[in-house]
């Protein structure tokens, strides 16, 4: 599976942005995952690709929605009431397990807001 993560860029503090992932096949999970500056890299959501069953981090709960469009074969990941702290780069994952294990990355998009 190749993925194609698109969709940075900056944003005001309290915003919204939209994340793409292209996927060049299928996978059982897709999942969005965020590197900010000086940081490790951490786990945002995650979506089964059939039956679209999701889960997110506490820290995105209520602000972040990830979801599938089949007919484009992508998963987005919308993302509200934005703060600075969520400034970082943008991953996108994918495992046939469906575990903790993530064999297949996306190149990441930059995503910055500002206060």
């Known amino acids: 599976v190749q993925l194609q993560a698109s969709g940075g860029g900056l944003v005001q503090a309290g915003g919204s942005l939209r994340l793409s992932c292209a996927a060049s096949g299928r996978a059982l999970t897709v999942g969005w995952f965020r590197q900010a500056p000086g940081k490790e890299r951490e786990f945002l959501a995650r979506?089964?690709?059939?039956?679209?069953?999701?889960y997110y981090a506490d820290s995105v709960k209520g602000r972040f929605s990830i979801s599938i469009d089949n007919a484009r074969n992508t998963v987005s990941l919308q993302m509200s009431s934005l703060k600075p702290e969520d400034t970082g780069v943008y991953y996108c994952?994918?495992?046939?397990?469906?575990?903790?294990?993530?064999?297949?990355w996306g190149q990441g998009t930059l995503v910055t807001v500002s206060s």
């Open positions: 979506i089964i690709w059939n039956g679209g069953i999701t």
């Open positions: 994952a994918a495992n046939w397990n469906g575990g903790s294990t993530w064999p297949y």
